[in-house]
T-cell receptor, first 114, second 112 residues
Framework: AQSVTQPDIHITVSEGASLELRCNYS??????LFWYVQSPGQGLQLLLKYFSGDTLVQGIKGFEAEFKRSQSSFNLRKPSVHWSDAAEYFCAVGRNTGGFKTIFGAGTRLFVKA | DAGVTQSPTHLIKTRGQHVTLRCSPISGHKSVSWYQQVLGQGPQFIFQYYEKEERGRGNFPDRFSARQFPNYSSELNVNALLLGDSALYLCASSLERADTQYFGPGTRLTVL
């Protein structure tokens, strides 16, 4: 069965420090991959996506992610975190079987300290 | 540009009641999907509708149903509410059936 694993339930980084959020997926074919961000009580905002092509993708708000097929990973990075980046981050796989469904990981809560 | 809109924002119901949630997709988007997000978890897929037909269904009981209208808006209906149905219900729209999904702000349902 397809699954998405985000090994870190929560991460705390200092403002201005770099960030890497980990994501591993289990999927037979080349997946559609996404990162979404959710602020408390809000819906999900798309940060970036990978369908094919260049394995390093740029997103909004200075985020980037790298698809590594050999490691089944799609880690999210940002070189310098801002206090406003504090939120819940979800990695997701798009599966086109029985309808197109987005399968989400459990999320990583990011805390930013001054 | 208007994003995905959902109504109502919040809703409180009691066990056994029925609820209808509404979603308007981004203009031009033909597909609407529904997700349930229980507190502390990632969203779980409920339905996808494309061109007014159900195209996919997640592992949810028959108490959950949905439909899509000619203007591509959608309703999610839940009958015989249970306490465990308390969650944030998210609607997502996409241009085509297999495409990036853009999410609305959600409807927070509380069942007492």
């Amino acid at each position: 069965a397809q699954s998405v694993t985000q090994p870190d339930i929560h991460i705390t980084v200092s403002e201005g420090a770099s960030l890497e959020l980990r994501c591993n997926y289990s999927y037979g074919a080349t997946p559609y991959l996404f990162w979404y961000v959710q602020s408390p009580g809000q819906g999900l905002q798309l940060l970036l996506k990978y369908f094919s092509g260049d394995t390093l993708v740029q997103g909004i708000k200075g985020f980037e992610a790298e698809f590594k097929r050999s490691q089944s990973s799609f880690n999210l990075r940002k070189p310098s975190v801002h206090w406003s980046d504090a939120a819940e981050y979800f990695c997701a796989v798009g599966r086109n079987t029985g309808g197109f469904k987005t399968i989400f990981g459990a999320g990583t809560r990011l805390f930013v300290k001054a | 540009d208007a994003g995905v809109t959902q109504s109502p924002t919040h809703l409180i119901k009691t066990r056994g009641q029925h609820v209808t949630l509404r979603c308007s997709p981004i203009s031009g988007h033909k597909s609407v999907s529904w997700y349930q997000q229980v507190l502390g978890q990632g969203p779980q897929f409920i339905f996808q509708y494309y061109e007014k037909e159900e195209r996919g269904r997640g592992n949810f009981p028959d108490r959950f149903s949905a439909r899509q209208f000619p203007n591509y808006s959608s309703e999610l209906n839940v009958n015989a509410l249970l306490l465990g149905d308390s969650a944030l219900y998210l609607c997502a729209s996409s241009l085509e059936r297999a495409d990036t999904q853009y999410f609305g702000p959600g409807t927070r349902l509380t069942v007492l």
